[in-house]
């Protein structure tokens, strides 16, 4: 069974500074990867998914995620980070086929100090 | 174009209670799903759908129900609510058009008590 692990529960980053959390998955196949972000009160929004191709892969409000098959992962980034930015990030993996379902990590929850 | 809509945004049940939360889209996507986040645990799949007429069951579907008459929504069914069913309720749906990524709703916040 595919599963997704976010080992960081909390970051604190400086508005202005680089950002990465991490993400890493376990599947046998090639996996459909996404990360998604969800403010407070809110319901996810998608940043960016990796089907297949390029490994760097462009999403959203200047995040981007590298895939990198050899070390299972899929960390997101970006270089400045913004304090609109604070939210918690979700990585996600998932399958066309059998509902296209996505398991989800336990996320992560970014804080922005001004 | 609304996208994924949820009603009700809050609720309050008592112990023994039933509810059903509401899902519709109107992006004419054939694959919908209900998740429910609790802190710390990400987001644990309850039920999804393929198209209309046919469900089946996610990760956690005890004491739940659902159904798909129309391709719009998805509705889920909480009989005899348990305290254990304090949580927030996503619907989410998605289809070849969206490359599979996910339009989630706003979110269903329940609490049993």
């Known amino acids: 069974a595919q599963s997704v692990t976010q080992p960081d529960i909390h970051i604190t980053v400086s508005e202005g500074a680089s950002l990465e959390l991490r993400c890493n998955y376990s599947?046998?196949?090639?996996?459909?990867l996404f990360w998604y972000v969800q403010s407070p009160g809110q319901g996810l929004q998608l940043l960016l998914k990796?089907?297949?191709?390029?490994?760097l892969v462009q999403g959203i409000k200047g995040f981007e995620a590298e895939f990198k098959r050899s070390q299972s992962s899929f960390n997101l980034r970006k270089p400045s980070v913004h304090w609109s930015d604070a939210a918690e990030y979700f990585c996600a993996v998932g399958f066309t086929g059998g509902g296209n379902k996505l398991t989800f990590g336990t996320g992560t929850q970014l804080k922005v100090e001004l | 174009n609304a996208g994924v809509t949820q009603t009700p945004k809050f609720r309050i049940l008592k112990i023994g209670q039933s509810m059903t939360l509401q899902c519709t889209q109107d992006m004419n996507h054939n694959y919908m799903y209900w998740y429910r986040q609790d802190p710390g645990m990400g987001l644990k799949l309850i039920y999804y759908?393929?198209?209309?007429?046919?469900?089946d069951k996610g990760e956690v579907p005890n004491g739940y129900n659902v159904s798909r008459s129309t391709t719009e929504d998805f509705p889920l069914r909480l009989e005899l609510a348990a305290p254990s069913q304090t949580s927030v309720y996503f619907c989410a749906s998605t289809g070849p058009d969206s490359n599979y990524g996910y339009t989630f709703g706003s979110g269903t916040r329940l609490t049993v008590v």
């Open positions: 759908s393929v198209g209309a007429g046919i469900t």
């Open positions: 990796y089907f297949s191709g390029d490994t």
């Open positions: 599947y046998g196949a090639t996996p459909y």
